[in-house]
């Protein structure tokens, strides 16, 4: 018996959807919003995975780390809020296993495990709504801030072979992502390029167009303004890549807020039954 024997507990299962989450303000953890609701109502009819991946905006690295402890901590990467959100815990167990398989399954690069990190609020904040009984196992998997955005959409291809064996992929970020021009004034509305700029992305994913997507540094004014760094769009990469020939893909959550901020979200796969 080989390693891969000894340390893979994820058997053949028929193939999962893969989600791409826009999660906004860490409140949405312990708010009752149309979002939070969207985000309920998409783990009701997921079917319970064996563990769950999870790459998010907020765990940026040299390399290509997968979390591989035990019991992840819950971690608050954010400050200024009410202590009612410190006080959320997410006690989901970890998974070496998962940690190891993708290990083993990414080819192109050197992925290491990390003992250290835990569940960040762009993992945590949005997974609770899917599964409040914290029962389901879960990695990170992170983003190498040395690597443009091509490399992370061929490197997500390679974890398409989870999706077979009952893990449920997630991406957590958001499509339009612009602190430095937020307006809190505008609670419900976005600017006209945000919302340009979503609904250019919007149709390319409809069209199937992922080259224009990963070029997005091409794609004009709007969505250069929309995504002045990377790390929240980078997530979206990594679900569309996951997408196959005739599979389908549907957004919900499809807003845009507070002027400079996307909540939309994307389902990769029909849900199994």
Same mark, same amino acid.
């Given at each position: 018996?080989?390693?891969?024997?000894?340390?893979?507990? /994820?058997?053949?299962?028929?193939?999962?959807?893969?989600? /791409?989450? &826009?999660?906004? @303000?860490?409140?949405?953890?312990?708010?009752?919003? &149309? /979002?939070?609701?969207?985000?309920?109502?998409? #783990?009701?009819?997921? %079917?319970?995975?064996?563990?769950?991946?999870?790459? @998010?905006?907020?765990?940026?690295?040299?390399?290509?780390?997968? +979390?591989? $402890?035990?019991?992840?901590? +819950?971690?608050?990467?954010?400050?200024? /809020? %009410?202590? @009612?959100?410190?006080?959320? =815990?997410?006690?989901?167990? #970890?998974?070496?296993?998962?940690?190891?398989?993708?290990?083993?399954?990414?080819?192109?690069?050197?992925?290491? $495990?990390?003992?250290?990190?835990?569940?960040?609020?762009?993992?945590? !904040?949005?997974?609770?709504?899917?599964? %409040?009984?914290?029962?389901?196992?879960?990695? =990170?998997?992170?983003?190498?801030?040395?690597? %443009?955005?091509?490399?992370?959409? =061929?490197?997500?291809?390679?974890?398409?072979?989870?999706?077979?064996? &009952?893990? *449920?992929?997630?991406?957590?970020?958001?499509?339009?992502?612009?602190?430095?021009?937020?307006?809190?004034?505008?609670?419900?509305?976005?600017?006209?390029?945000?919302?340009?700029? !979503?609904?250019?992305?919007?149709?390319?994913?409809?069209?199937?167009?992922?080259?224009?997507?990963?070029?997005?540094?091409?794609?004009?004014?709007? $969505?250069?303004? !929309?995504?002045?760094?990377?790390?929240?769009? *980078?997530?979206?990469?990594?679900?569309?890549?996951?997408?196959?020939?005739?599979?389908? *893909?549907?957004?919900?959550?499809?807003? +845009?807020?507070? &002027?400079?901020?996307?909540?939309?979200?994307?389902?990769? #796969?029909?849900?199994? +039954?």
């Amino acid at each position: 018996m080989n390693l891969r024997q000894l340390t893979d507990p /994820f058997k053949p299962t028929e193939k999962f959807p893969a989600l /791409f989450l &826009g999660h906004g @303000s860490p409140m949405n953890a312990i708010e009752e919003n &149309g /979002f939070v609701k969207g985000w309920k109502k998409t #783990g009701e009819h997921l %079917p319970k995975p064996n563990a769950i991946l999870c790459i @998010s905006a907020h765990w940026e690295t040299n390399g290509t780390l997968v +979390t591989a $402890m035990e019991s992840p901590k +819950t971690i608050h990467d954010f400050y200024g /809020f %009410p202590k @009612s959100l410190f006080d959320v =815990q997410y006690p989901a167990p #970890g998974s070496p296993e998962l940690a190891t398989v993708t290990r083993q399954t990414i080819q192109s690069t050197e992925v290491a $495990m990390d003992y250290e990190w835990g569940l960040d609020h762009g993992s945590w !904040s949005v997974v609770r709504h899917l599964y %409040p009984q914290a029962n389901i196992p879960i990695i =990170q998997m992170s983003l190498d801030r040395t690597q %443009p955005a091509a490399y992370h959409y =061929q490197l997500a291809q390679e974890l398409n072979a989870l999706r077979r064996r &009952g893990v *449920l992929i997630i991406g957590s970020g958001n499509m339009v992502h612009n602190l430095r021009v937020i307006d809190w004034k505008k609670p419900h509305e976005g600017y006209e390029w945000a919302i340009a700029a !979503s609904e250019k992305m919007q149709k390319l994913m409809l069209d199937r167009d992922h080259k224009a997507l990963v070029d997005y540094r091409l794609g004009g004014k709007e $969505m250069e303004l !929309s995504i002045p760094t990377p790390e929240h769009y *980078l997530p979206l990469l990594y679900i569309l890549a996951l997408q196959e020939k005739n599979e389908t *893909l549907s957004l919900f959550n499809n807003k +845009t807020i507070m &002027g400079s901020i996307s909540m939309t979200s994307v389902q990769i #796969g029909d849900t199994i +039954t």
